[in-house]
């Protein structure tokens, strides 16, 4: 990489995750307690933030495939969304809140697959470099979801669903820092294939094969291992959802229920339980630094494997929390490591593996949409 290149990548990683962990952990919370809002009312909010990443391979991925510099759609993509999620504070209808996050998750969703594909575009050696760009991802998560677990505990104990809003505020003021930043990453120029539409050259590369295909001999051999790969994430985007959605209450039921042994723990992550869930980045920092070493000699189904083994693990200790006791619990928080590393990371790099320079952002997108 060019002098200072890989400094500026890792900062755009460390904001831009920054930026989510902020909130994401308290959301549920926060909508259930401070805004008061039914179940079918909090799973419509949830289901609308997701309507940003099916738009994302359409918008964002031609955009930056085809007529746009990448960075600087990142940069007015933060720029406008730190606008809206400072709104989310303090709106506390559910129409409000409803239509504020349509709009929050058109601009920021984009937002996650474009910085992978803007660093993967500036880094020499995939296996070798990624890791170490990505993992500062996870470390501004932990430093939010800390800053925020501490920021309750010091000023809103008596009332932590009040005290959640301040987590919109401070996304809002990342999300115009990394604005401004990403002005100032490596230009990431429109790769103009033969074909205008980015999506399109995607999609056949994603369907032109079929999953399995007969060999010389007869034998069934695997002929689309990206078709596989895109149909396996889905059950798994759907347990990771339960994680990120659910988890925080769960550890607050937690802290509440084992005030003698969550002392300690406490002091260090604060209250409300998204604190409490950066034990699961923590470790995500060791599972990240170990797949490079790694990466050159065990084969890429072997990581996904193991990650998919993680993520049945975690939910056998949450599911037995009374059997397994507060140490189980967060051993589960802790398996997000190697859940996140070895699949979802793994996945990010055989994707942008399996296809070609003109496509990548649109490909990235298309498995944020998964």
Known sequence: ??????????????LQYAIWGAWLPILYPYLTGHVGLELDQVGSIFAVGAVGAILAPFVAGQIA?????????????????????WQLASIETYSGFLW???????????????????????????????????????????????????????????????????????????????GVF??????????????TAALTVALKKLFSKPLLA???????????????????????????????????QFLTLIEGQAKAVMEFVTKIFGVGGGGLMAVGQMSEILVLALVPVLAKTVARRTFLLVGLAAYATRRLLFMNADAVGVGGVVFGVA????????????????????????????????????
Not at 66 to 72: Q, V
Not at 353 to 366: F, I, M, P, R
């Open 1 to 14: 990489m060019e002098p200072g290149v890989g400094v500026r990548l890792s900062l755009m990683m460390f």
């Open 65 to 85: 495939d085809r007529w746009f510099a990448t960075e600087r759609f990142l940069g007015l993509s933060h720029l406008v969304g730190a606008a809206l999620v």
């Open 100 to 178: 504020f996050s349509l709009a929050y998750s058109l601009v920021y969703s984009p937002t996650l697959s474009l910085t992978n594909s803007l660093a993967f575009h500036h880094i020499p050696d995939r296996d070798r470099d990624f890791g170490r760009v990505r993992v500062w991802g996870t470390v501004g998560w932990i430093a939010v979801s800390i800053a925020v677990g501490q920021w309750l505990k010091a000023r809103h104990m008596l009332d932590l669903d009040l005290g959640r809003a301040d987590a919109f505020r401070l996304s809002a003021m990342l999300g115009a820092a990394m």
């Open 182 to 195: 990403c002005f100032t990453l490596p230009h990431t120029p429109p790769a103009r294939g033969e074909e």
């Open 214 to 248: 007969r060999d010389f001999s007869g034998q069934l051999v695997r002929s689309n291992p990206l078709l596989a790969l895109f149909l396996i994430a889905v059950p798994v985007s759907c347990i990771h959802q339960f994680y990120f959605v659910h988890t925080s």
């Open 335 to 370: 398996l997000h490591g190697v859940c996140f590393g070895c699949f979802i990371f793994v996945a990010f790099m055989i994707v942008d593996e399996q296809t070609s320079g003109d496509v990548k952002a649109s490909a990235q997108s298309l498995f944020n949409l998964v």
